[in-house]
């Protein structure tokens, strides 16, 4: 059995329990590492500290919020400032944009928000105990994912589609000691019942997500994500810096 294969296999087998004297296998309570806490963050889709832009037009679905920057950090997105000043709407976005020089509450809003992003990232970025260390030395292309934790020391290519495998209840977190590369026209799949809501990528590198290219889970960044012309994420961007979006489509994690 191949080792890529066998990074499945055992994953399924961790899922599973047997019963009734080996007869019957059912499978067992939710796989993978406890969940990450977003806090506030989490009413968020998009969270950044330095800038969030788009070259028209983009979707997003959920609400976008800045700070410490002011909202002249906002571009690309015709901003309508709401008649009590607290938020702003756009064509582009399903939801509220905040930024961290509109009225009260907004301000402390988002410094709530942004330290429980900086949580989260430690958090998730500091669990020890790998299930899973540098599998396919960073590069997932072709590889189906059960839950656990996985640890990369170097950054991770994503050249062709991915699966992620496993139920609705399973969680998955990759800490990525470098960039998160998916290049144009793949995909991040997902089978069994995995929600993108359960899958957390912990970066410390530049995102960057190609053209045309369908991406799943909470992204935690250190630095900056860019989303390349027409490429979709479901899930979340937090960033510690700036997001990017090229004609891209954004959903909150279902």
Not at 133 to 156: C, D, E, H, R
Not at 160 to 186: E, K, N, R, Y
Not at 189 to 205: Q, S, Y
């Amino acid at each position: 059995m191949s080792y890529l294969k066998s990074v499945f296999v055992l994953g399924l087998l961790a899922s599973l329990s047997n019963v009734a004297g080996g007869a019957v296998l059912e499978r067992a309570a939710a796989l993978g590492p406890s969940a990450v806490n977003l806090g506030t963050a989490g009413n968020f889709v998009i969270l950044a500290k330095t800038g969030v832009s788009s070259v028209p037009a983009s979707a997003v679905i959920g609400n976008i919020g800045l700070s410490p920057a002011a909202a002249s950090f906002i571009t690309g997105f015709s901003l309508i400032l709401s008649p009590l000043g607290t938020f702003s709407s756009s064509s582009q976005v399903a939801g509220q944009i905040k930024a961290a020089n509109y009225a009260v509450p907004t301000p402390s809003q988002l410094t709530t928000a942004i330290g429980d992003m900086g949580t989260a990232f430690t958090d998730a970025a500091g669990r020890p105990n790998p299930n899973f260390l540098n599998i396919g030395t960073g590069n997932l292309g072709g590889l189906t994912l059960a839950p656990g934790l996985y640890k990369f020391s170097t950054g991770v290519n994503i050249p062709t589609s991915v699966t992620i495998s496993g139920s609705s209840t399973d969680t998955w977190i990759f800490q990525v000691s470098g960039t998160l590369v998916q290049a144009a026209s793949t995909r991040v799949n997902l089978a069994g019942g995995a929600l993108p809501r359960n899958i957390v990528w912990v970066v410390t590198g530049a995102v960057t997500i190609g053209g045309s290219a369908t991406f799943q889970g909470i992204i935690l960044a250190k630095t900056s994500v860019t989303l390349v012309t027409s490429s979709v994420l479901n899930g979340r961007i937090l960033s510690q810096t700036n997001v990017a979006l090229q004609k891209a489509t954004v959903t909150v994690a279902a």
